[in-house]
């Protein structure tokens, strides 16, 4: 089945800070991958994805690019904003299984002005 | 409506009671899911649904919890006799199409539900 590491949280900045949280995964077949984020008080919505080696997801300057050889899939913000203070989750999603979305514990991120 | 609706926002209930969890999904969408999400933790997969069908509840914790979908559109969660150990947020999803390797789930802001 599929499993997934995250880096323990919480991971605590400063505004305009550089942010990596690490995503190292396994997985049966070959996966899409994807990063999802939770807000205060929220549901989870999906913030980029990947769905094959080599390819970069990005959106609202968040980045991760698809690490075949080393199985990761790292998030990465060049200048963080307290309004990214949120949960980041890291979900892999592979053939040979059901395709059900699942999660792990999450990265939770805190950004200070 | 836009996004997927959850109802009611906030249940407190009282040990011993039962409680029912309601989630419109997005209009047209095939798939169904509800999570558990613990404080802290990330969700928990309970059950899916495609259209009526509940293809997978292997993720229920118990024969207390129980989950239908009877035209294929809006679901309820139904928790009997609630204990302590349910408390927690249940976030329902839906998506397009029967889930693949680009699924993509819409999740509504969850009940938060809180067992005395």
């Known amino acids: 089945g599929n499993s997934v590491t995250q880096m323990e949280g919480p991971v605590t900045l400063s505004e305009e800070a550089f942010l990596t949280i690490n995503c190292t995964y396994t997985?049966?077949?070959?996966?899409?991958l994807f990063w999802y984020v939770q807000y205060p008080g929220e549901g989870l919505q999906l913030l980029l994805k990947?769905?094959?080696?080599?390819d970069k997801g990005s959106n609202k300057g968040f980045e991760a690019t698809y690490r075949k050889e080393t199985t990761s899939f790292h998030l990465e913000k060049g200048s963080v904003q307290v309004s990214d203070s949120a949960v980041y989750f890291c979900?892999?999603?592979?053939?040979?299984?059901?395709?059900?979305?699942?999660f792990g514990r999450g990265t939770s991120l805190i950004v200070h002005p | 409506g836009a996004g997927v609706s959850q109802s009611p926002r906030y249940k407190v209930a009282k040990r011993g009671q039962d409680v029912a969890l309601r989630c419109d999904p997005i209009?047209?969408?095939?798939?169904l899911f509800w999570y558990q999400q613990a404080l802290g933790q990330g969700p928990e997969f309970l059950t899916y649904?495609?259209?009526?069908?509940?293809?997978?509840k292997s993720g229920l914790p118990s024969d207390r919890f129980f989950a239908e979908r009877p035209e294929g559109s809006v679901s309820t969660l139904k928790i009997q006799r609630t204990q302590q150990e349910d408390s927690a947020v249940y976030l329902c999803?839906?998506?397009?199409?029967?889930?693949?390797?680009?699924?993509?789930?819409?999740f509504g802001q969850g009940t938060r539900l809180t067992v005395v």
């Open positions: 999803a839906s998506s397009l199409d029967s889930p693949n390797i680009y699924t993509e789930a819409f």
């Open positions: 997985a049966t077949g070959y996966p899409s």
């Open positions: 990947a769905t094959k080696a080599d």
């Open positions: 979900a892999p999603v592979a053939s040979g299984g059901s395709y059900i979305p699942t």
């Open positions: 209009s047209g969408h095939v798939s």
């Open positions: 649904f495609q259209n009526e069908a509940q293809l997978d």
